[in-house]
């Protein structure tokens, strides 16, 4: 997924997939419509008077068909119009290239939501929860979900509350609803504030490093053999030069000479079926999440799809688990309170693995290692970053 390729379903207009290189390649001859798509609905002309000029032309979707207004529903949404690529939890601004630029993409979105209050139909609130699949209850490991309520003062307020309360009532669970955005925040934060440091972001590269090694057996085997054969081969040519010659030295060398060609041909070739990530690309990569604007939502999304595990919360304390493979699975109510961190144990140096928890606790610690606090209820709950082990 980090290289961004194509991983299956409906290529969407505009857009073709490279046979060789399975990436998403820019189409010459659907691209320019795309683009005329977003511009002329952007200027304020009619869904349904740009579908007729489009089908008056002979033009028609990814499928085959005749364009309708509901034809342009799914690609004005579709993000990857303003390259961005996503697989799964992995989120990748910039992963393919650009056909529309996100000015444009933004004036669209505006007019599309205007349009729908316009005819009378208002569109239900777009609230994003963005925890969600990701939050469980510490009391009795349910899923939390997303819900609303409104004060008598008319002003509406989102929350996460427990799947076991909410359906069964407070005798099943009786952990507090708990407010939706400063919890997303408070965990973009913590994600921020734990992963991208300069030290841990190294050690982040090392780990991806290290797993491509894992998945590639042969490339370190023939590099391997490279270097032996290199190696043969000084040894030769230093003899030569020191006069010791046989009947076979000529051959010799020309048998080690064809060996080092087929060798790098051969590791040309595997690094090609599946190019290795650099450092530097890596860096740059991660760089992006460091950089990016918290404040906006989907950057909070981009952060918490692709590192946040799972989170856990207690009445007095938040849990978090972060990911660091591919392979991660969803760390467990048992396992979180089997965590030496949630039973308070001593900070330890911070060093970064697979599924480290660190947690938001209401203990009284020193206070250079309380970061910041989170309001919760009443009360505010300050925490302290360390590991589980």
């Not at 490279?18 to 683009?35: N, S």
């Not at 349009?115 to 490991?141: M, Q, W």
């Not at 939390?144 to 359906?167: F, I, L, P, Q, V």
């Not at 407070?170 to 921020?192: G, N, Q, S, Y």
């Amino acid at each position: 997924a980090l290289q961004c390729k194509y991983n299956g379903g409906v290529v969407p207009l505009g857009f073709t997939i490279g046979k060789e290189d399975r990436l998403y390649h820019i189409d010459p001859e659907t691209a320019p419509i795309v683009q005329e798509i977003f511009s002329r609905y952007a200027d304020g002309e009619p869904a349904e008077k740009i579908a007729t000029s489009l089908n008056e032309r002979g033009l028609r979707t990814r499928t085959g068909k005749p364009f309708v207004k509901n034809s342009f529903f799914q690609i004005f949404r579709n993000r990857r119009y303003i390259g961005e690529y996503r697989y799964k939890d992995i989120v990748t601004p910039g992963g393919i290239p650009t056909i529309v630029d996100e000015d444009l993409f933004n004036r669209v979105q505006q007019r599309f939501e205007q349009n729908k209050i316009a005819h009378g139909r208002p569109a239900k609130e777009d609230v994003s929860y963005l925890l969600t699949t990701k939050l469980f209850c510490g009391k009795c490991g349910t899923l939390m979900g997303g819900e609303s309520g409104t004060s008598h003062m008319g002003n509406t307020y989102y929350y996460y509350k427990c799947g076991n309360a909410k359906r069964h009532g407070k005798a099943h669970c009786d952990l507090k609803a708990i407010r939706k955005e400063p919890l997303e925040r408070f965990v973009v934060d913590t994600a921020i504030k734990v992963i991208f440091s300069d030290e841990i972001i190294e050690q982040l590269i090392d780990l991806v490093i290290e797993a491509q090694q894992k998945e590639n057996t042969r490339l370190p085997v023939l590099k391997d053999q490279l270097r032996d054969t290199e190696k043969r081969l000084a040894n030769l040519l230093e003899a030569i030069e020191q006069g010791i010659l046989t009947p076979t030295t000529k051959q010799r060398l020309d048998e080690l000479e064809a060996r080092k060609e087929a060798l790098n041909t051969s590791i040309l070739e595997e690094e090609l079926k599946k190019p290795v990530l650099t450092r530097e690309w890596i860096r740059f990569w991660l760089e992006k999440f460091r950089k990016g604007d918290v404040g906006s939502t989907e950057h909070q999304r981009q952060i918490i799809d692709t590192f946040v595990n799972s989170v856990y919360v207690f009445d007095d304390r938040v849990v978090l688990n972060f990911n660091f493979t591919d392979d991660a699975k969803t760390v467990t109510r048992e396992e979180v309170l089997g965590s030496s961190a949630v039973d308070n144990a001593p900070p330890h140096p911070q060093t970064i693995r697979s599924g480290d928890f660190f947690v938001a606790d209401g203990t009284e610690r020193e206070p250079e290692q309380v970061k910041a606090g989170y309001h919760y209820g009443s009360g505010i709950l300050p925490f302290a970053i360390f590991n589980s082990v």
